[in-house]
RNA sequence: GGAGGUGUGGCCGAGCGGUUUAAGGCAGCAGUCUUGAAAACUGCCGUAGGGGUGACUCUACCGUGAGUUCGAAUCUCACCGCCUCCGCCA
């Protein structure tokens, strides 16, 4: 969420900035819905005042035995108009926090100006993509091929978007948990959390999932009701990132100076309901309804946001360089970045079945952004209460890395090579073989 | 799920229809005193918003939302959180 008082007074410089990412800012509308909150607001405030002053008075009169009959027809007319006043106001309160509420962050200065992906900006590289002297297979084919990779039962299970690992595979998948949330915790100074998994319209409306994004998320209701909450709405949603309950746990808090910055790893499923991606990688892991994810979140004074947004992606990319995954770092363009992000670096991997990189990491900066729509805040230097900064970054996708794995690491018999930081979480298995690895 | 209790500023805590402008305390800030510190004393000290160039001024906020009233922290109803006990349960 923008503030409102820069809207107010800087409207052309904050809707040419929206407009650099594709946001056509309702100037009218909003104009209108001011002008209206001027006149009503000073209007209803002038009634209260004078109610205010005449209750008082009677209240004195009264005291001393007088009679207040002559006060109390004073004021008798007041109560309409007041509550039509009152009522009118919150109206157009409404609206303007209703479009405040869609409105997409103003992108960082730095960032590259551009529509979409393609002008993205190559930030770095690392690593070399390795040579095959074989036909590699893809990840489905790989994992199918072990026996350990079952899409068919999946979509028995659930229906399709939905995967089933089994033996070696799903003992990978766990152990690159493992390896993320140990080198975070260990050597990048994150304090763990279990979070949960479900959470309510607040949390989402706090991070910027809602109220623009519902359609995105899956909604649960407690067993046998139709609806939990009186005004429609579903008790709770699924989680499509551990963003939302970790930078929730600051929302509506004030953050003492001396416990800045807050670093939380959680290792979490998440759900997507992927509209709109009809017919995108409808093959394999790279697009489930669930998939797992290691999330990094820091909350941070504001003067330290950008150097946190540095160290958060060095983090992720430390889990790939680990590995010895190929990847390259890339700043997003206006046009391409998410709703809350005042900056994003995406992290690709290396993908050589595509002969391409794909994201296996976001990173954001949101700046005062949630903070703002959470009323997250520090006790400044001057004992004031301001707004913190939020960022938050995967570390990394599971899945995906799983698939950068398989695909990286094939070997010409159909094996996988198990990459030596992994092994001491495979009981010291090397490779996935034919036998299935277990 | 059932019964009972409870929710007031950063924290503790009084107030239960009208000088409440939310007492008092703790913590914090500034000052006096002191070689310095502590103690003592004095003053300041919630959040958000509106109007005004400004000194200033007005409004809202006592878990949330409705209601009663000229007037609600205080009364009524609903909801939410927390605590205690019971039931069920991995």
């Known amino acids: ?27 009218e509308a909003f104009n209108a819905l001011e002008a209206e909150r001027k006149t009503i607001q000073t209007q209803t405030q002038e009634l209260q005042a004078q109610r205010n002053a005449a209750s008082k008075k009677i209240g004195n009169a009264k005291s001393k035995g007088e009679d207040v009959s002559a006060i109390m027809a004073e004021v008798a007319h007041l109560g309409d108009a007041l509550k039509q006043a009152e009522t009118q106001l919150e109206q157009i309160q409404n609206s303007l926090q209703k479009i405040l509420l869609e409105v997409p962050n103003l992108p960082h200065d730095s960032v590259p100006e551009g529509k979409n992906e393609e002008h993205n900006q190559q930030i770095r590289r690392w690593g070399e993509p390795r040579q095959f002297d074989f036909a590699i297979k893809d990840h489905v084919s790989i994992g199918e091929g072990l026996g350990l990779l079952d899409f068919e039962t999946a979509a028995k299970l659930s229906g399709t978007r939905f995967s089933l690992m089994k033996g070696g595979l799903a003992r990978l998948h766990r152990a690159l948990a493992q390896f993320m949330l140990d080198t975070h915790t260990q050597e990048h100074g994150y304090m763990e959390a279990y979070v949960p998994y479900l959470v309510n319209r607040e949390s989402l409306r706090g991070t910027g999932q809602l109220p623009k994004f519902e359609e995105d998320l899956f909604a ?97 990319e430390k889990i790939l360089q680990k590995l010895a995954l ?16 005042a900056k994003t670096y995406d992290i690709e991997v290396w993908l050589p079945a595509q002969n391409t990189y794909r994201e296996i990491s976001s990173c954001s900066n949101c700046e ?71």
């Open 326 to 341: 190929p990847y390259r770092v890339m700043a997003l363009c206006t046009g391409d970045m998410g709703f809350s992000a």
């Open 220 to 316: 649960v209701n407690a067993g046998g009701a139709e609806n939990s909450t009186s005004n429609n709405s579903p008790a709770f949603h699924l989680i499509p990132t551990a963003e939302v309950p970790i930078t929730n746990m600051v929302r509506d808090e004030i953050v003492p100076l001396q416990s800045l910055p807050l670093k939380y790893v959680a290792h979490t499923p998440c759900f997507r309901s992927e509209a709109g991606s009809y017919g995108r990688d409808t093959r394999g892991l790279i697009r489930q309804h669930q998939f797992d994810k290691v999330e990094l979140v820091h909350i941070v004074h504001p003067d330290q946001s950008y150097e946190a947004l540095e160290q958060l992606v060095g983090h992720a």
């Open 1 to 27: 969420m923008l503030e409102i008082q820069q809207l107010r007074t800087d409207l052309d410089a904050v809707t040419r900035q929206l407009a650099k990412r594709g946001y056509a800012f309702p100037i």
């Open 368 to 438: 005062a952004f949630q903070a703002r729509r959470m009323q997250a805040r520090f006790r400044n230097e001057n004992g004031k209460p301001a707004l913190l900064h939020t960022l938050n970054g995967s570390g990394l996708a599971v899945g995906r890395t799983l698939v950068a794995v398989l695909e990286n690491y094939q070997n010409a018999d159909g094996s996988v090579s198990i990459p030596e930081v992994l092994r001491p979480y495979m009981n010291g298995l090397d490779q996935l073989g034919k036998t299935g690895g277990e």
